[in-house]
């Protein structure tokens, strides 16, 4: 990987700089105005959409480095630059952040009635932010934006969210905090042993760390990356945090943030500690099938519809880690895609939660039953979604699960001994975990839509409005748009992530172990010191 | 008179202090707000008049007064520090003085007295100016934090600091008296030829034993653990904007002196082996942890912003730890830059925070208790939002100041040669962790709660909304364009270790195989006079020896020089002796 071309109209900033040029003059407009609010916020949110298309337009799938490449310097005295530039990986994330912020404000319109200039502000600063981590090339801008997404996050979930939305807003906080100050550290201790002079990602790829190292290094990467994500053991923030924030809160949690996560295993912790990668990829496997199984198994237990969305959110990004980590083209292709895929279906499934909430003002599932009479759209809508998620063939969720399983088995099959057989159990219970998908979500889907109408005011629920639809035909659209025509997804980042799977497998082989696959290079790892003493 | 305008930083915070007082007294009854307009502007224009005067090393002597003083960018840094915070406080506290029914002309001008103070502590180089600087400082702050006499917090809050400060003082005056001790000389620059000289009657434990004093008595003004018991109640009872000066300046100043004396002292090999500098990174450490965990249990907003201060004097400790080599002189260390950037931020941000607590006073409320606070980013979203930034730049978020700083910071700390280096910035980011949970209960209550009949009262002035705007935007610039100010912390850095002069001397020396001329054998409570030097200096008015540091050439044998020009003791003397006495 490195810098293909450098960008000539630094596009890149000026999608940066629009939502909070936006959130600026939000907070010169007087606080009793909201349709002035939400008409700012959803125009800036637009124009940074559009400004991002330029980016899609002028992005060369064929090249795997970066591309529009902005490069200043911003503190010179610790070498710290302004660095920013998308390939393939972040591309189509970007993209789905520009695209889900005007839904999410659209979406707002009647769910958010008090303090509406604050939570424009807190919204388009939080855009401004997450396309910032996903562009920024060098460490400490990257740590910066990552950091600061935390705040209007915080206030999102504190000021507008439901009952217990102070608990969650701490908890979320705190939590991500952990994570992100060990990450910290590791950045000072590669910054010392780089030689101090630049933070600079693709100087940083090229350190030719011991393997010790490379592994506590790669542990604080990863505990940041992990609550982020959130990979099971450390989840427990996000059920909390789905379902006390206000419903585009949840959306964009759920659509980018989490993204975050896997983005940074992928842009980060992996490039840059490619041995530690391979090394630890069997118990990130093991713990990415666990959050699977919790997950979907968790989430069939709930009565709660935005518990159980959050809790089918984990065993998503579980198939997620399961395919980057098999680090071959086919898993890691399918897990770019799924990340894209989660964003768009449980971004969709929470605007369908926000709408029934708008109108009951409550999200247990035996509140409902038989609304399908009364709210005819707006099944159809939760149906197609619904399918999305768990991943019938033709919708975009297919394209992602099959991508990974079958890159996770090959990884599997194409590796010897006890990882063979681990790759292999682990791969067929998380397959079983896409048939507890169907179940839970199914299920749901039964209890919410059909049946008798057992609560009368149910009979009368109006169905989703124009603007509500509006928003939601934006993602069905993509469901089928993924599902019918993958590789034009896919080709944007298929060269990216090719180059991300061969650079990990050269310098893993370069390594003292050689042989395929990323089972080799971990057993390699677990074989060396043995090997060594032999030699000896 | 070329040395009047080189010392005008100084005389115009004095000054300004003056004429606040008899402003004050001319103009009757009534409001006095333009008063702190009288002393920002004064204390702007002597922190300018420092920027931009004291560029290069020059050292100022008055013989008769036994001053030395240090005039360059370390010193014009920090005391622009300490007098940009006087300005900000002064501004700040205009809304909260007659709400709480305090004297302005007297905050005023007790504010500007004490950045004077605060000035002269950064640049002195004898040690009794230095004391006098600290004296000043500390004295009109003990005013300060009793201002508000009808409460008894006030009172409260003045007699612990006045107590507990007297004898910090007194240790300081101690450690003074050791060194005179030790090498029969106040001033720095001699103290450090004479112990590294070595021989004969300097005494590097004497040395070692004021080491130890001056980290008493300065950890006392920072508020490190285990010297910061009187912290939380005195950040309790003073008046808001005064704390937050307190914080700022008072910190600013203490670690600038702090830093200059204690790697003046570990320059010697032999006191070193005596205090190993590693006790720095305990008491930081311990500071760190001490103030994150106990923080968690405060109800009152004063009070988390002192436990707060006591983590932030930790992390600079361990700043301080993270000693960096000189330029230009190899195998020798000084304060690395990011402490003085670290002060910077730290001060602005905790101006912010206490200057916005400070303006929610309507009604002679004195009570920050968190409750107070409920659901004030409903009505007041503008001071709201600076207490917000700053808190956040506390805790260290960026894009603000202490986001960087504390970054600038770790990694000095970091890079340190030693085997603690990693876990010490483990533990202080995992603490760091801990005090986000009192920052975030302050947003929590500001922008989560509902208001309620206990939620204080508002009360703006333009200055104090021009003055939270200021600190608000010097977060965000500390932040997001650093680079200034990142090489001005430096620059200040590099001037902290005073012998600058001398210590080139001393590298030739080494380098070159003549033996070094030493004086005498000074033993102590003798022969620190030497018999010929008892002669008495000639009563010169005031007679200005002005060497820069450039061209500094030590004569010959530049003890005995001096001491025959102008023995300490004899100076030391003349100073208590009535004008008739001299022959």
Redesign the interface.
């Known amino acids: 990987m490195g810098i293909d071309t450098v960008a000539l109209t630094p596009w890149i900033s000026i999608t940066l700089l629009i939502p909070v040029a936006g959130a600026l003059l939000l907070a010169l407009i007087p ?1 009793d105005r909201p349709r002035a609010h939400r008409g700012i916020s959803l125009f800036f949110s637009l124009l940074a959409f559009l400004a991002g298309l330029t980016l899609w337009v002028n992005f060369d799938p064929a090249r795997a480095g970066f591309q529009m490449v902005e490069d200043h310097p911003w ?4 070498g710290a630059r302004y660095t920013v530039g998308l390939d393939g990986i972040s591309l189509l994330i970007f993209q789905l952040t520009t695209l889900l912020t005007p839904l999410t404000v659209l979406s707002t319109f009647r769910a958010i009635q008090k ?1 509406t200039r ?1 939570f424009h502000i807190a919204l388009l600063t939080l855009e401004t932010t997450m396309l910032g981590t996903l562009v920024a090339m060098d460490l ?1 801008l990257f ?3 990552w ?2 997404m ?2 209007p996050m ?2 999102i979930i ?2 507008w969210g439901g009952e217990r ?2 608990y969650a ?2 908890k979320f ?2 939590y991500t ?2 994570g992100s ?2 990450m ?2 590791a950045i ?2 590669l ?2 042993e780089s030689g ?1 002079q630049s933070f600079a990602l693709l100087e940083w790829q090229r350190l030719e760390l011991p393997v010790r190292a490379q592994v506590w290094l790669f542990l604080a990467f990863a505990l940041a990356f992990a609550i982020k994500v959130p990979l099971f053991p450390f989840h427990t923030w996000l059920p909390d945090a789905h379902v006390e924030a206000p419903t585009a809160g949840s959306v964009i949690l759920a659509g980018v943030l989490l993204k975050m996560g896997t983005y940074g295993f992928l842009r980060f912790a992996i490039p840059l500690f490619p041995e530690a990668a391979g090394l630890l990829s069997l118990p990130i496997w093991i713990l990415a099938v666990a959050g699977v199984v919790h997950g979907s198994l968790t989430a069939w237990a709930q009565d709660d519809v935005k518990k159980l969305v959050a809790y089918s959110s984990v065993a998503h990004l579980g198939f997620v880690m399961l395919g980057m980590f098999a680090l071959n083209v086919e898993a890691v292709q399918g897990s770019v895609l799924q990340m894209v895929n989660h964003g768009v279906s449980t971004g969709a499934l929470f605007l369908l939660v926000g709408v029934l909430y708008e109108r009951r003002h409550t999200r247990r599932i035996d509140a409902y039953g038989g609304i399908a009479g009364p709210m005819k759209v707006f099944a159809a809508v939760l149906v197609i979604v619904t399918l999305s998620s768990i991943g019938l063939p033709g919708t975009n969720g297919f394209i992602g699960e099959f991508l990974i399983l079958a890159g996770t088995f090959r990884e599997a099959l194409s590796s010897q001994g006890g990882f063979r057989t681990a790759g292999l159990v682990l791969g067929v219970v998380a397959t079983t975990g896409v048939v507890l998908g169907a179940i839970y979500m199914l299920s749901m889907v039964r209890r919410v839509l059909f049946g008798p109408i057992v609560h009368e005011e149910n009979r009368t629920l109006p169905d989703m409005s124009g603007r509500e639809f509006a928003v939601l035909a934006v993602l069905v659209v993509l469901v089928f748009w993924i599902g019918w025509n993958p590789r034009f997804f896919l080709s944007r980042s298929e060269a990216s992530v090719t180059a991300l799977v061969e650079r990990y497998h050269q310098r893993v082989a370069a390594e003292r172990w050689t042989g395929g696959g990323q089972g080799a290079a971990a057993r390699g790892l677990f074989r060396a010191p043995l090997a060594e003493e032999g030699g000896r | 008179m070329k040395d009047l305008v080189a010392i005008s930083p100084l005389w115009v915070s004095a000054l300004t202090g003056l004429v606040a007082m008899a402003l004050d007294l001319l103009t009757g009854s009534g409001r006095k707000s333009f008063l702190a307009w009288v002393v920002a502007i004064g204390l702007s224009l002597s922190a300018a008049l420092g920027l931009a005067l004291w560029r290069d090393p020059v050292i100022l002597s008055f013989p008769s007064l036994v001053a030395v003083l240090h005039l360059d960018f370390h010193g014009a840094f920090f005391g622009a520090l300490v007098a940009l915070f006087g300005a900000l406080a002064a501004l700040l506290a205009v809304p909260h003085l007659p709400e709480q029914g305090i004297d302005e002309g007297e905050t005023d001008a007790l504010l500007a007295f004490s950045a004077f103070g605060g000035q002269l502590l950064v640049v002195a180089v004898d040690l009794i100016t230095l004391f006098l600087g600290l004296e000043v400082l500390s004295l009109s702050l003990y005013v300060l934090a009793a201002s508000r006499r009808s409460s008894p917090f006030g009172a409260e809050a003045g007699l612990k600091y006045f107590l507990l400060g007297g004898v910090a003082s007194g240790l300081l005056l101690l450690a003074a008296a050791f060194l005179y001790g030790a090498t029969g000389s106040l001033d720095l620059r001699t103290i450090l030829d004479r112990l590294l000289a070595g021989s004969g009657g300097t005494d590097p434990t004497l040395a070692a034993l004021a080491l130890v004093l001056i980290l008493v008595a300065l950890g006392f003004k920072v508020a490190a653990v285990p010297f910061h018991f009187w912290t939380p109640d005195v950040y309790q009872g003073s008046p808001p904007p005064v704390t937050g000066y307190m914080a700022g300046a008072v910190k600013a100043a203490a670690f600038a002196v702090l830093a200059r004396l204690l790697l003046t002292l570990w320059e010697v090999p032999a006191v070193a082996a005596l205090g190993s500098r590693d006790v720095l990174l305990w008491l930081g450490i311990l500071s760190v942890v001490v103030g994150s965990v106990l923080g968690v249990v405060q109800d009152d907003a004063r009070r988390i912003l002192a436990w707060s201060s006591i983590v932030h004097a930790g992390y600079l400790l361990l700043g301080l730890w993270a000693v960096e080599p000189r330029e230009g002189i190899g195998g020798l260390w000084t304060l690395n ?1 990011s402490v003085p950037f670290y002060l910077l931020a730290y001060g602005i941000a905790s101006l912010g925070a206490f200057g916005a607590l400070g303006v929610f006073a309507r009604g002679g409320h004195e009570d920050y208790r968190l409750a107070r606070l409920a659901g004030l ?2 009505g007041h ?1 503008a001071a709201t939002f600076v207490l917000m930034a700053s808190v ?1 730049s506390l805790a260290g ?3 603000l100041g202490g ?2 700083a504390k ?2 910071l ?2 000095h700390v ?2 340190v040669d030693s085997p603690w280096s ?1 876990p010490a ?2 533990i202080a ?2 603490a ?2 801990v005090s ?2 009192y920052y ?1 209960r302050i ?2 209550v500001l ?2 709660d509902e208001p309620s009949e206990e939620t204080a009262g508002h009360a703006s002035s333009p200055a104090a909304a021009f003055a939270m705007a200021a600190t608000v935007v010097a977060s965000l610039v500390l932040g997001i364009v ?2 200034p100010f ?2 001005a912390g ?1 620059r200040a850095a590099q001037g902290t270790v005073l012998a600058a002069g001398a210590s080139l001397e001393r590298v030739a020396a080494v380098a070159t195989p003549s033996p070094a001329p030493v004086s005498a054998p000074v033993r102590f409570g003798e022969g620190v006079v030497p018999p010929d030097a008892r002669r008495p200096a000639p009563p010169v008015p005031v007679q200005v020896i002005r060497d820069a540091v450039g061209g500094y050439r030590p004569p010959e044998a530049p003890l005995d020089q001096e001491r025959r020009r102008a023995p300490d003791g004899a100076r030391l003397m003349e100073v208590f002796r009535s004008p008739k006495a001299r022959p």
């Open positions: 606080g503190i010179p005295a610790i303090r604050e400490l740590f910066a934006f950091e600061m935390l705040v915080f206030l504190g000021v939305r102070i807003a701490v906080f705190l905090a952990v100050v060990l910290l550290v000072l201790y910054y010392r101090g | 830059g980013g409903r979203p956040l978020m960026p894009p986001f960087l970054f600038r770790f990694q970091v890079a990693i910035v483990v980011v995992l760091s962790v986000l949970y975030l947003l929590k922008y989560f650093p680079t990142l090489d430096r």
